[in-house]
DNA sequence: AAGCCGGGGAG
DNA sequence: CTCCCAGGCTT
């Protein structure tokens, strides 16, 4: 594979590769302003390696540049912040489910939120199953520019969906292309706006599909966050953060803000199987059925919380089940749960899409933890 | 521009 | 444990 990647013709791209060490614990790294790559060897060094070891996917049957929309849709928000290997099992199931956007559009919000049940993000699958009843009356977008007036979709599908099944000469710009870029270019602090120009100037024209996924493919499977082989890429004679020799120092880490811890007190009416259900909405899970529950408020007791969540339902409270934890990225979620006794109609939970959360509240009570 | 939105893989 | 993942919407 490495035979494959240009032998530099005598030319090193970057005479003075960045040092990021050198520039001190708390100074970046300075960036390279516009690096002058040589585009045709570039492009065809990384398309050569594509056509060779690109990764075969279901949504990627189909001639190149006149792929099935509905089929690279669907796989697109999927992939929303989402691994391939885990997008992979969400949309053999989702195309099951819903072979076709006609299909789609005629099923109830319940049927996609439990083809989607599990993968998170289920804005995405409100905002899907709303741009699919706009697809079905009006027809597949037939461009960039349409496809972002759809719900759910942004800068990175439109472009994704145009390049892939219009042919249309638009640059993705996902987190791989991020890191690809920001290597190839030692660029620490890569700002969207700094991607996309890159990422814009970078895309063959000739193959704007294959090109975007090669870019993805490259990020992850080689251009990997902590681990890159870079003994493997074919764009290694060009990148400056290769010749840095601290690759994996580029882009630097996102500052994130730290996880919330939240205590919650939800009450079991029923059994494991067959339980009283609540329709959660807004933002957090919405549209997804789970326990009753309710947060703790500043300086309340589980006690209280429980007391409050049973006069609400009505019901009467019963025995402590258990207690669990789950991790949300910006939440950390305690969980107690308690039995409750109450007149309220009960639901087949298998019928029901609940969240993770709610899922092992269920197991808990099925068999409850020894502790 | 910054927060928010799930859940799991990899190191 | 931390960081990240074929991002988009809201404020």
Redesign the pocket.
């Known amino acids: 594979m490495v035979s494959a990647a240009p032998v530099a013709s005598g030319r090193a791209p970057y005479t003075a590769p960045v040092s990021p060490s050198a520039a001190g614990p708390s100074v970046a790294p300075p960036s390279v302003p516009v690096s002058p790559l040589p585009l045709p060897e570039l492009r065809a060094a990384l398309l050569a390696w594509f056509d060779r070891t690109g990764?075969s996917?279901p949504?990627?049957a189909g001639a190149e540049g006149a792929r099935d929309p509905y089929r690279v849709w669907v796989?697109?928000i999927l992939?929303?912040?989402?691994?391939?290997?885990?997008g992979q099992i969400y949309y053999d199931r989702f195309l099951t489910a819903f072979p076709t956007v006609q299909a789609l559009a005629d099923a109830p919000q319940e049927a996609v939120l439990k083809a989607w049940e599990?993968?998170?993000?289920?804005?995405r699958a409100r905002?899907l199953h709303r741009a699919a009843q706009q697809v079905a009356q009006d027809g597949f977008p037939g461009s960039y520019d349409g496809w972002l007036a759809l719900?759910?979709?942004?800068?990175?599908?439109?472009a994704?969906v145009s390049s892939l099944a219009l042919n249309e000469a638009r640059a993705v710009n996902?987190?791989?292309v991020?890191?690809v870029l920001a290597r190839l270019h030692a660029e620490p602090q890569p700002?969207?706006a700094w991607v996309q120009a890159r990422a814009d100037a970078l895309l063959d024209p000739a193959r704007p599909g294959a090109w975007n996924?090669a870019v993805?493919?490259l990020?992850?499977t080689v251009c990997?966050?902590?681990?890159p082989r870079c003994d493997a890429c074919p764009l290694r004679v060009w990148c400056a953060a290769f010749a840095s020799g601290t690759p994996a120092a580029y882009?630097a880490?996102?500052v994130?803000?730290a996880a919330q811890e939240v205590t919650v007190v939800a009450v079991l009416i029923g059994t494991p199987h067959r339980a009283v259900l609540e329709r959660r909405s807004g933002?957090?899970?919405?549209g997804l059925m789970g326990l009753p529950a309710e947060p703790l408020a500043a300086g309340e007791t589980v006690q209280d919380a429980l007391t409050r969540l049973c006069a609400r339902l009505p019901a009467r409270p019963g025995a402590f089940l258990g207690r669990l934890t789950?991790?949300?990225?910006?939440?950390r979620v305690t969980l107690h749960l308690h039995a409750a006794q109450a007149d309220l109609p009960l639901r087949m939970v298998a019928d029901e899409a609940l969240?993770?959360?709610d899922q092992k509240a269920l197991a808990l009570a099925a068999q409850p933890a020894l502790l």
């Open positions: 990764r996917l949504w990627r796989a697109e992939l929303q912040q989402t691994q391939v290997a885990r599990g993968c998170g993000y289920y804005a905002n719900p759910g979709v942004g800068p990175y599908t439109a994704a996902d987190g791989n991020r890191r700002t969207p996924e993805m493919d990020g992850a990997t966050p902590a681990a882009p880490p996102k994130r803000a933002a957090l899970l919405g789950h991790a949300m990225t910006h939440r969240s993770r959360l």
